[in-house]
């Protein structure tokens, strides 16, 4: 026997729990699939933008005042030596994935959604999932929102990711430190960067950058955790993330990926947990109408078109990285951060979400040195 839904999401991480809620609340049959029982970890530094929190309040899905710590001073180093301090910038928010997303499972639960977490899926079919335990589930349309191992981008497109353009980051959580402050560490690793968010419970620190370009991250953490005063005995657990590949078709036809199996992560900042939320919200509205058009097939074409301005933006910031990483033109960025407490300003208003990409890259074209800019 089949159980029919509208819609049925794997993964109910950021975007599957966002998804699930906005088609519940919308009206479709939903049901929200993950392996993992909630609340659950996932490896992330936990930084939440002024960006995702934009998006959260539009759904009026904020998490209570509890679980952000807000933070407004930032150092930036890079390779050990300090570039400079900023204070009373724009603000970044840290949590633990542990409790923010099950805050976003909650309200996914609460708008209708059908709780299958904890539940594993063995087949993923053209029209049904089965799962491990015997039940087939019955779709209309599907959405992927199982990460960046995504066995939904795997059954439409046979990977998941490009090992070639994937990014990798080790991490682990060291005791709370009251007196440490929130750190970036641009050449901790290479095409990526070194971070220490301070939290009330812990302090979460990581190394992360393009795989391919870093053989050693291993080592480096190690380097990273010594330069910082960190103990060099922490548990470190390490996990892929689609450092600027994202996929221009998410999807086919009514089948949909959002967040980490879409690609989107920002590949300057590494933040992805925005964009996870973001294009859950966006799949689950073109699944929607899609739907009420009767034509199911639709929604990728929909949903194409809603992500054009975040596609737009991953395509400008992926342009933009070598300024900051590359061998030749970093040590050049990291001289005008140095001199410069607007540019380091500028940086955070970046991360924080109150610049996009054209803006940044408007003001850069005006202000950086015309030598950097042709380089
Ligand atoms: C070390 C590290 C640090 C990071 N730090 C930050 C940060 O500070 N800020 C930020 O914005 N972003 C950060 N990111 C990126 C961020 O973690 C991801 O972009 C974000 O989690 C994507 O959300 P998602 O919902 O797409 O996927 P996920 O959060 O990965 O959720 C996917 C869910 O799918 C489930 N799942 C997977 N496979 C299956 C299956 N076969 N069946 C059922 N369920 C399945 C998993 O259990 C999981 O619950 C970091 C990433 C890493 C690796």
Same mark, same amino acid.
């Given at each position: 026997?089949? &159980? =029919?839904?509208?819609?049925?999401?794997?993964?109910?991480? #950021?975007?599957?729990?966002?998804?699930?809620?906005?088609?519940?609340? !919308?009206?479709?049959?939903?049901?929200?699939?993950?392996?993992?029982?909630?609340?659950?970890?996932?490896?992330?530094?936990?930084?939440?933008?002024?960006?995702?929190?934009?998006?959260?309040?539009?759904?009026?899905?904020?998490?209570?005042?509890?679980? +952000?710590?807000?933070?407004? =001073?930032?150092?930036? %180093? =890079?390779?050990?030596?300090? +570039?400079?301090?900023?204070?009373?910038?724009?603000?970044?928010?840290? &949590?633990?994935?542990?409790?923010?997303?099950?805050?976003?499972?909650?309200?996914?639960?609460?708008? $209708?959604?059908?709780?299958?977490?904890?539940? *594993?899926?063995?087949?993923?079919?053209?029209?049904?999932?089965?799962?491990?335990?015997?039940?087939?589930?019955? %779709?209309?349309?599907?959405?992927?929102?199982?990460?960046?191992?995504?066995?939904? !981008?795997?059954?439409?497109?046979?990977?998941?990711?490009?090992?070639? &353009?994937?990014?990798?980051?080790?991490?682990?959580?060291?005791?709370?430190?009251?007196?440490?402050? +929130?750190?970036?560490? %641009?050449?901790?690793? *290479?095409?990526?960067?070194?971070?220490? %968010?301070?939290?009330?419970?812990?302090?979460?620190?990581?190394?992360?950058?393009?795989?391919?370009?870093?053989?050693?991250?291993?080592?480096?953490?190690?380097?990273?955790?010594?330069?910082?005063?960190?103990?060099?005995?922490?548990?470190?657990? $390490?996990?892929?993330?689609?450092?600027?590949?994202?996929?221009?078709? #998410? $999807?086919?036809?009514?089948?949909?990926?959002?967040?980490?199996?879409?690609?989107?992560?920002?590949?300057? &900042?590494?933040?992805?947990?925005?964009?996870?939320?973001?294009?859950?919200?966006?799949?689950?509205?073109?699944?929607?109408?899609?739907? !009420?058009?009767?034509?199911?097939?639709?929604?990728?074409?929909?949903?194409?078109?809603?992500?054009? #301005?975040?596609?737009?933006?991953?395509?400008?910031?992926?342009?933009?990285?070598?300024?900051?990483?590359?061998?030749?033109?970093?040590?050049?960025?990291? *001289?005008?951060?140095? $001199?410069?407490?607007?540019?380091?300003? *500028?940086?955070?208003?970046?991360?924080?979400?109150?610049?996009?990409?054209?803006?940044?890259?408007?003001?850069?074209?005006?202000?950086?040195?015309?030598?950097?800019?042709?380089?």
């Amino acid at each position: 026997m089949t &159980t =029919r839904f509208d819609l049925i999401v794997l993964g109910a991480g #950021p975007a599957g729990a966002t998804a699930a809620r906005v088609a519940a609340r !919308a009206g479709l049959r939903v049901a929200l699939i993950d392996k993992a029982v909630f609340p659950r970890d996932k490896l992330c530094g936990g930084l939440i933008t002024g960006r995702c929190l934009g998006h959260l309040t539009a759904l009026g899905a904020l998490p209570p005042p509890g679980l +952000l710590t807000r933070q407004d =001073r930032v150092t930036f %180093f =890079r390779n050990g030596a300090e +570039l400079g301090t900023v204070s009373g910038c724009p603000p970044v928010y840290l &949590t633990t994935r542990h409790a923010f997303d099950h805050h976003l499972l909650t309200q996914a639960r609460a708008a $209708g959604a059908e709780d299958l977490t904890g539940t *594993r899926v063995q087949e993923i079919g053209p029209a049904h999932v089965t799962l491990a335990s015997g039940p087939r589930l019955g %779709f209309s349309a599907l959405i992927g929102a199982d990460g960046v191992n995504s066995a939904v !981008a795997r059954q439409l497109f046979g990977a998941a990711f490009d090992p070639a &353009t994937i990014g990798f980051a080790l991490e682990t959580e060291a005791p709370p430190d009251p007196e440490a402050t +929130l750190r970036i560490d %641009f050449g901790a690793a *290479r095409w990526g960067y070194g971070w220490r %968010f301070p939290k009330p419970g812990s302090t979460t620190i990581g190394v992360g950058g393009l795989h391919a370009r870093n053989p050693g991250m291993k080592a480096a953490m190690a380097r990273y955790l010594a330069e910082i005063g960190a103990a060099p005995d922490l548990r470190i657990k $390490g996990h892929f993330l689609p450092f600027g590949s994202f996929r221009a078709h #998410p $999807g086919r036809g009514a089948v949909l990926l959002t967040g980490d199996a879409a690609g989107l992560v920002d590949p300057i &900042t590494g933040e992805g947990i925005g964009h996870a939320v973001h294009s859950g919200r966006l799949a689950a509205e073109s699944i929607v109408a899609a739907l !009420a058009a009767g034509v199911p097939d639709s929604a990728l074409r929909r949903y194409r078109q809603a992500l054009r #301005p975040l596609h737009r933006d991953l395509r400008l910031a992926r342009m933009l990285r070598p300024l900051l990483f590359s061998e030749r033109l970093g040590p050049r960025m990291t *001289r005008v951060l140095r $001199g410069s407490e607007s540019a380091r300003m *500028r940086y955070m208003a970046l991360l924080a979400g109150e610049t996009d990409y054209p803006e940044f890259l408007a003001h850069a074209l005006r202000r950086l040195p015309a030598r950097l800019l042709r380089a």
